[in-house]
């Protein structure tokens, strides 16, 4: 069981495949009802995550706890039988959900341009996207996980759906956790980040929180010396100009010129970094299972 109030509890998780592991000691917990974004390069552990998060994957190591009874999974290759009409796609996603909404679903479905004649093998990625959307919105989930679904849409059906996605999350309380490397998009739409780094966690908390204790830091690079009391995430030299990703709370003093990092700053500057320490905030962390003696 989950802690209330937590939708995932992760627990030194991890996932061996032939080649080796492509998660390691995962541990982090996620909030009900927050936007999760989960970011990290190529081969990070984003999809196997998801996966092990939906439940069709199974750990190699630790555990994966989830609160939500009805979750909904978007997978990065939508998974649906080609075959399949749209209608045929809708009328499966009601028989096999109690809490079904087809207005919702509909609703997804409407400004896609196609008729629900269509067979799922003629639509195209974007299209069958949003066939994915609407089945996993139709069924009304606790726990909403997508895999980079914005990938293959156009910019006015990402921000459409993005929009509608939001708008039931909100009115729901569901909590949704998308996979993307379109940093600056889920800048917008998440309060919530898990970054792993070669199947690690790197960072994991509120995003405002994880913003507020880091600064970015512009000057003169003879004068790197100075910033020895802060931890350096990451820093890059031009000319004789020095910029530099601080994970620190405290004032930085002149000549440097300090300000809090944007999403994508925080996010690349780590994804550059490797061998910064790992930083989860408070809400991000496991609770600790205390043993009442008696
Ligand atoms: N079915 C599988 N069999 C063997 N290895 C796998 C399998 N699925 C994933 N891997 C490996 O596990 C690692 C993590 O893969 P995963 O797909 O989870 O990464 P990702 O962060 O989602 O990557 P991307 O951003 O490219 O989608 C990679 O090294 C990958 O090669």
Redesign the pocket.
């Known amino acids: 069981m989950t802690e209330p109030g937590t939708a995932l509890a992760v627990t030194g998780l991890g996932k061996r495949?032939?080649?080796g592991w492509?998660l390691r000691e995962c541990s982090f917990a996620l909030p009900a009802g927050r936007i999760c974004a989960v970011v990290?390069p190529?081969?990070?552990?984003?999809?196997?995550l998801l996966a092990m998060a939906a439940g069709l994957l199974a750990p190699s190591a630790g555990t994966l706890e989830r609160a939500a009874e009805r979750v909904a999974y978007v997978p990065?290759d939508r998974s649906l039988y080609p075959r399949f009409t749209v209608a045929d796609v809708l009328r499966l996603g009601r028989e096999l959900n109690p809490a079904w909404d087809q207005a919702k679903a509909e609703q997804v479905l409407a400004s896609g341009g196609f008729p629900t004649s269509a067979r799922i093998g003629s639509l195209s990625g974007g299209q069958r996207t949003r066939v994915s959307l609407a089945l996993a919105l139709g069924k009304r989930p606790d726990l909403l996980l997508l895999d980079e679904p914005m990938a293959d849409l156009d910019p006015l059906a990402r921000h459409e759906l993005m929009g509608l996605l939001l708008a039931e999350a909100g009115e729901q309380g569901t909590t949704v956790v998308m996979?993307s490397h379109v940093i600056a998009e889920l800048a917008e739409s998440c309060d919530f980040l898990v970054l792993l780094s070669g199947g690690r966690v790197q960072l994991a908390g509120d995003v405002e929180e994880l913003l507020a204790l880091h600064r970015i830091v512009v000057g003169p690079a003879d004068a790197a010396g100075t910033l020895a009391d802060h931890l350096v995430v990451a820093r890059r030299e031009s000319g004789r100009q020095l910029t530099a990703l601080l994970r620190t709370g405290a004032p930085v003093p002149p000549p440097w010129q300090a300000t809090a990092p944007n999403l994508e700053e925080l996010v690349l500057e780590h994804l550059r970094a490797q061998g910064a320490p790992p930083l989860l905030t408070d809400e991000a962390r496991v609770a600790e299972l205390v043993e009442v003696g008696g």
Not at 42 to 48: F, I, L, V
């Open positions: 495949y032939r080649r492509a990290g190529n081969g990070a552990g984003k999809s196997t990065q996979s």
